[in-house]
């Protein structure tokens, strides 16, 4: 194998995976919009802790 096609295969490799790529960073961008100051805690499961301060 030579360095030039090792080099086409990277290309390809790279260029398969960017739409996969793309596709969960617009989903991991849809969540993240989702989550607000006011639900936060029980997004990342501090929800009890968080009710129990407030008390």
Partial sequence: MT???VE???VRII???VPSLLEKERKFNEL???IKPDTIHGEIGLSETREYELR
């Fill in 3 to 5: 360095e030039e096609s």
């Fill in 32 to 34: 993240l919009e989702g």
């Fill in 8 to 10: 086409y295969l990277a």
């Fill in 15 to 17: 260029a398969t995976r």
